[in-house]
């Protein structure tokens, strides 16, 4: 099971001519250099991708949470007409193979301007672009029992009121699955940054990770491997910390 | 209505935050460029270092370099072609030159030879490889061959003194078969290149054709590629060979590569990258030719391993071709770059870079000067459908390598592929 | 007809950011790749009307079309289930309630973390390259190994390991709809002495079932739309003899290596047709096994 993890982190402390071809784990003199080098490898240091990475993340993470819950409490508790025409194009856009949009896409983000700025990376999430999030936050949403709605709409809550001290507060669990979801998903997402950002200035960790990787030439592996390691730090931090909220058990039993 | 000013002030808020955030281009300058690469770390470096050198020497020009690995590059080169927005100069393949030349994607060179770009110092074979049909649409910023790398410490070992710049194959057959037999299979004499068409390529060269024609149709002829293949399939037979399962893929990690990982003591590759192997490794390498065929043709050529290119959506040629020009004359840009991209095709850069020389660079210079005169003309440009025959190709190898097909019957099948692929692809 | 009005607004107030992306950012670039499959499109020059003429050439020509179907499928019918499997199987013991139990949902978590990465890519080859681990465990029990990423037979189950070992997303979920479940429904249980078999499946499934619903449904759409694991351990080729050309590295190879985007289109077209009548079956099936709480329709 964390073999292949722990693979990773030795190789990453092993000096190159060392990580292919042997399997023992134990590096056999430890290269902390790879770790220091690593940072100050590419000619921006690491300490830029790590900000930029993170003012991408921290807005996409806000960005879904306040769309995607906004669309799925319409989806899961409102009725209006084309509901399910419009769920059933939220699917759709779940099942189309990304490269296919990407041309398009990247023509109207041209056109916008946007091209080299993180307003593609970050505005779609604000418009819940994401419909994984949403499904998934109809599913919770589905489970509140109505009786809740209804015994606040009948104190005169408001539809927004509803929304925000009623079901947001019941689902913390799906919250936070999809805080954490979406901060990692965002945060290791190279491809969209790989098509919008241009100047190296504004590359994001993964992007940066991939500078490393020659077809031909020597790669600097070892380095590749440390700072791969260090990514994913901040991930593993966020999971922990939210991971808390999925597991607090939200006291839905005492409302029944 | 509270909902939406709230939503409204969530979503404009965020989208001016993000707005303000990315260092936009500087304004102070008036003329910009933008220079597109695949590259490394060592190479990101050189490269951004040669683009402050161009800047201290043109003010009033900036350039915004953009770089990311090989496999993303060709990506992002497509979607950016798409859009109208190529950056003004690209780094170019050879395998790729003729798909974006002949779909308008890169301007003609010539007009501005000797007007702002000036060749008068370069070598004039390495400048024919960037010309398509007749006309100059990419510029050599290094060059490269084939080359079978080989560690020197097992030849030695193993007692051999073969020539291996004139060695023939079957001179080669007899390397891999003797080292076998001395290390007791502990090190097989060589990767397998059965599903390598660029070693191929020199095989049916040696034949007296080319794989593809002038008209961009499929010549190599069926027996070609069988006796290609069957020639592996002896020495795969003898078991001086690596093993099957390491042999079907034609894009390993270099780190996987025989002679890196210590299985064989030969491994193909392109002369660029001899001094990668070396950092790889604790032997020193040796760079040997393609073997020959006795009276055969010669089957090696020096192709150019990168371009740069002027884009069709360059809005400033003239600023792009003056850093181009630099790229390739200014002594302190070229001393930079040294052999990174492969090697200059200006005597006059070479001469100056000699005295720092690593090793095994010299091993590459050397190997580079060795050959000049055993290698043939640059094969024909290859017609759009190129790539996809390559696949192709490794796909039938792989049935052959792994006993499937017999050779003969498995490259007949392959060339009406082969053209079939081309004549689609029209 | 008032009250109809004012429930619409209300219901379109919510979905007003969604309705602004999907109208301003998503429709259109999904309507122009509709219209470029039906197009020879080199994303260089203008695309060039040719009717049905992908369609056609896709299903009657195509041979590699065909074996990247078989290989997706192939992929799709053991990835997901036994992803699913692993997922719910986890999340339930990690449900038990351990106290120490953060950092164990850290340890599951933390390969679904790596991803699709280079690093994978590098470690996965290893890992069951003949002289890997895998075969050395193998050999303890006597069997001999071979290399399982370059035999074509074997390659594709490679990327399912890959999958069932990534299955912290879905287990994440599961952990999730599990913490939903009012305990009091199983201490009932406990109090009428339920086997803990017979608790599982009256108050465990069905109290769950929205959310498996959920993760079976996105486990479809995903394991069909499958790419970065199989591009990046093929080297973006598909592997030997194509046995790793899922359909997305096929279609990815078509635009960005052949430059043929109509033709990639149309490809992307059917596969959405494909996964949309698996996800429409899943959905018509819910209403016989997925029960919200209290829900009227």
């Given amino acids: ?256 | 209505m509270a909902i939406s000013r709230r939503k409204f002030l969530a979503t404009t808020g965020g989208v001016a935050l993000a707005a303000g955030l990315p260092s936009l281009p500087a304004l102070a300058q008036d003329r910009s460029i933008r220079h597109f690469w695949w590259g490394n770390p060592d190479r990101d470096r050189r490269t951004f270092d040669v683009i402050e050198v161009f800047e201290k020497n043109h003010e009033g020009i900036s350039v915004s370099g953009e770089t990311i690995g090989w496999g993303d590059y060709w990506t992002k080169m497509a979607t950016q072609t798409a859009g109208r927005n190529m950056a003004d100069l690209v780094q170019m393949d050879y395998r790729f030159l003729f798909e974006y030349v002949r779909r308008g994607a890169l301007q003609e060179l010539d007009p501005f030879i000797g007007n702002g770009l000036d060749l008068s110092n370069f070598d004039k074979g390495p400048l024919s490889g960037g010309m398509v049909d007749g006309k100059l649409y990419a510029l050599n910023i290094g060059s490269n061959s084939q080359v079978f790398v080989y560690n020197t410490k097992v030849f030695e070992d193993a007692g051999i003194t073969t020539d291996v710049i004139n060695w023939t194959w079957d001179d080669f057959a007899n390397v891999c078969k003797t080292i076998t037999e001395k290390t007791g299979g502990k090190i097989k004499g060589s990767d397998d290149c059965s599903v390598v068409l660029e070693t191929c390529e020199c095989w049916i060269r040696q034949n007296g054709r080319t794989f593809f024609g002038e008209e961009g149709d499929v010549i190599a002829t069926p027996e070609d590629i069988a006796g290609y293949w069957q020639f592996w399939l002896d020495l795969r037979n003898a078991g001086a060979l690596r093993e099957k399962d390491k042999s079907l893929d034609a894009n390993l990690p270099m780190s996987d590569v025989g002679v890196v990982s210590g299985d064989t003591a030969i491994s193909n590759f392109w002369s660029n990258q001899i001094v990668g192997v070396q950092a790889l490794m604790q032997d020193t390498v040796g760079a040997a030719m393609v073997p020959h065929k006795p009276d055969g043709e010669p089957g090696q050529f020096i192709k150019p391993s990168m371009f740069m290119s002027l884009s069709r959506d360059s809005k400033d040629p003239e600023a792009a071709i003056m850093y181009m020009n630099d790229w390739i004359n200014d002594p302190e840009e070229t001393k930079i770059l040294g052999l990174e991209r492969g090697i200059p095709a200006n005597p006059e850069v070479r001469k100056a870079l000699a005295p720092d020389f690593t090793p095994a660079e010299k091993v590459s210079v050397d190997y580079f000067n060795a050959i000049q005169d055993k290698v043939g003309p640059l094969p024909p440009p290859e017609p759009k459908g190129a790539g996809e025959v390559r696949d192709a190709f490794i796909r039938a190898g792989t049935d052959v390598v792994l006993g499937n097909a017999e050779p003969q019957q498995a490259a007949e099948l392959f060339i009406d592929d082969a053209q079939a692929i081309i004549d689609r692809a029209r | 007809m008032k009250r109809l009005s004012a429930r619409n607004a209300s219901g379109y107030m919510f979905l007003t950011p969604w309705l602004l992306g999907f109208f301003l950012l998503a429709i259109g670039p999904i309507l122009v790749s509709l219209y470029l499959s039906f197009t020879r499109y080199d994303m260089v020059g203008d695309p060039r009307w040719v009717g049905f003429d992908n369609y056609v050439y896709m299903f009657t020509r195509d041979r590699r079309f065909w074996k990247a179907l078989e290989v997706t499928f192939h992929y799709v019918i053991f990835a997901v289930p036994l992803r699913l499997i692993m997922a719910l199987g986890v999340a339930m013991l990690l449900d038990k309630g351990l106290k120490t139990i953060g950092l164990y949902r850290a340890i599951f978590y933390l390969p679904s973390l790596l991803g699709a990465s280079i690093a994978i890519a590098i470690l996965w080859r290893q890992l069951f390259a003949i002289d890997g681990v895998v075969n050395q465990v193998l050999a303890v029990f006597g069997i001999e190994g071979i290399g399982w990423i370059t035999n074509p037979s074997t390659s594709i189950y490679t990327l399912v390991v890959l999958a069932i070992w990534q299955f912290g997303a879905p287990m994440l979920i599961f952990l999730a709809g599990l913490r939903g479940i009012p305990r009091d429904l199983y201490e009932a249980a406990d109090i009428d002495g339920t086997s803990a078999f017979r608790k599982f499946y009256a108050i465990t499934l069905p109290m769950l079932a929205p959310v498996i619903f959920f993760n079976l449904v996105l486990q479809i759409i995903e394991a069909f739309k499958v790419f970065s694991p199989a591009f990046i351990i093929s080297n973006g080729t598909g592997g030997p003899a194509d046995s790793m050309l899922v359909y997305t590295v096929y279609l990815f190879n078509e635009a960005f290596k052949f430059f043929r985007m109509g033709y990639a289109s149309g490809l992307a077209w059917v596969l959405l047709v494909i996964i949309g009548t698996f996800t429409a079956i899943a959905f018509a099936t819910s209403k016989y096994w997925v029960h919200y709480e209290n829900e009227r329709d």
């Fill in chain 1, 1 to 256: 099971m964390l073999y292949p993890l722990l693979w990773l982190v030795a190789a990453s402390l092993k000096p190159e001519n060392q990580i292919f071809g042997t399997l023992g784990l134990w590096p056999s003199d430890f290269q902390w250099s790879n770790y220091t080098k690593g940072w100050e490898a590419l000619p921006v240091s690491f300490t830029v991708f790590y900000r930029n990475s993170a003012i991408v993340t921290i807005l996409s993470v806000l960005g879904n949470l306040f769309s995607c819950s906004f669309a799925a409490y319409a989806f899961a508790r409102l009725e209006f007409t084309g509901r399910r025409l419009f769920f059933g194009l939220m699917m759709m856009t779940l099942m189309i193979p990304y490269h296919v949009v990407l041309i398009p896409q990247y023509v109207m983000f041209l056109k916008l301007g946007w091209v080299d700025t993180y307003l593609p990376l970050v505005v779609p999430r604000f418009l819940a672009s994401d419909g994984f999030f949403i499904f998934l936050m109809v599913q919770f949403f589905r489970q509140i029992p109505r009786e809740l709605d209804e015994a606040a709409m009948i104190d005169g809550c408001s539809t927004f009121k509803i929304y925000w001290a009623v079901i947001l507060p019941l689902s913390l669990p799906a919250l936070a699955t999809s805080a954490i979801f979406s901060m990692i998903w965002v945060w290791e997402d190279f491809l969209a940054p790989l098509i919008y950002l241009n100047d190296i200035k504004n590359y994001t960790v993964p992007l940066a990770l991939r500078l490393f990787v020659d077809h031909e030439a020597e790669s600097a592996f070892g380095q590749m491997f440390a700072m791969s390691v260090l990514s994913l730090v901040p991930v593993v931090i966020f999971f922990v910390a939210f991971q808390k909220l999925i597991v607090r058990g939200i006291a839905t039993s005492g409302m029944k």
